[in-house]
């Protein structure tokens, strides 16, 4: 089946370092891949997304990265903020025609000062 | 401001007593879709409608019901609510593969 996962649950990293979460997925079939935030008493936001023709992805101190040998991603955030604290889900299409997002588990990111 | 919006943002009732959470988006998006998310099992798809009048099941429909009788409202329906669906509400909504938004979520305690 159609799956993604989180490789850990919580993420603790100072202010200003570089934060990295990962995410696994099971099926090479999904040409698309979107990865979350969601702070607390919030909906996910959009942070980012990455298409399989692309192997990287830069946004503003995000970027994406896909391996689609081992089937990972990665979201590396640049210079970790306190505004950066929450969690981040990978997250993919499902269904045969994009009836639905299949979202990770998500990983809890801390960024203390 | 382009936003979906969903009411109430808290509710506490009890087992059997009806109750709708609505959900209106203002970007003429053609899909939306409800979601739930609980501890340890993420967000999870309870419907979707790709446009007016077009809906369908999702994940874990079972003690729900939608209606899309207008592109922008797509109301959530618990017609006999169950402690089971204490949980955190999300509404969606996005144009073809475009970035999909989400709500701000919905507290439903069951008691």
Same mark, same amino acid.
Do not use: W
């Given at each position: 089946g159609e799956s993604? &996962?989180?490789?850990?649950?919580?993420? *603790?990293? #100072?202010?200003?370092?570089? *934060? @990295? @979460?990962?995410?696994? +997925?099971s099926n090479s079939a999904s040409d698309y891949f979107i990865w979350y935030k969601q702070e607390s008493g919030k909906g996910p936001q959009f942070i980012i997304d990455i298409r399989s023709n692309m192997d990287k992805r830069q946004g503003q101190r995000v970027t994406v990265l896909l391996n689609k040998t081992v089937k990972h991603l990665s979201l #590396? @955030?640049?210079?970790? #903020?306190? &505004?950066? *604290?929450?969690? +981040?889900?990978c997250a993919r299409p499902g269904g045969t025609g994009f009836q639905k997002l299949v979202f990770g588990t998500g990983t809890r990111l801390l960024v203390s000062p | 401001e382009a936003?979906?919006?969903?009411?109430?943002?808290?509710?506490?009732?009890?087992t059997g007593k009806k109750l709708t959470v609505t959900c209106s988006q203002n970007m003429n998006h053609e899909y939306m879709s409800w979601y739930r998310q609980d501890p340890g099992l993420g967000l999870r798809?309870?419907?979707? /409608?790709?446009? !007016?009048? !077009?809906?369908?099941?999702g994940d874990v429909p079972e003690g729900y019901k939608v209606s899309r009788k207008e592109k922008r409202n797509f109301p959530l329906?618990?017609? /006999?609510?169950?402690?089971?669906?204490?949980?955190?509400?999300?509404?969606?909504? $996005?144009?073809?593969?475009?970035?999909?938004?989400?709500?701000?979520?919905? $507290?439903?305690?069951?008691?």
């Open positions: 993604v &996962g989180l490789h850990l649950p919580t993420l *603790s990293v #100072q202010e200003g370092d570089n *934060s @990295i @979460i990962n995410c696994a +997925y #590396q @955030i640049a210079a970790t #903020q306190p &505004g950066d *604290s929450a969690v +981040y889900f | 936003q979906v919006t969903q009411n109430p943002r808290y509710l506490i009732t009890v798809q309870i419907y979707y /409608s790709m446009n !007016v009048e !077009v809906t369908d099941k329906i618990l017609e /006999s609510p169950s402690p089971n669906q204490t949980s955190l509400y999300f509404c969606a909504s $996005r144009q073809g593969y475009d970035e999909q938004y989400f709500g701000p979520g919905t $507290r439903l305690t069951v008691t």
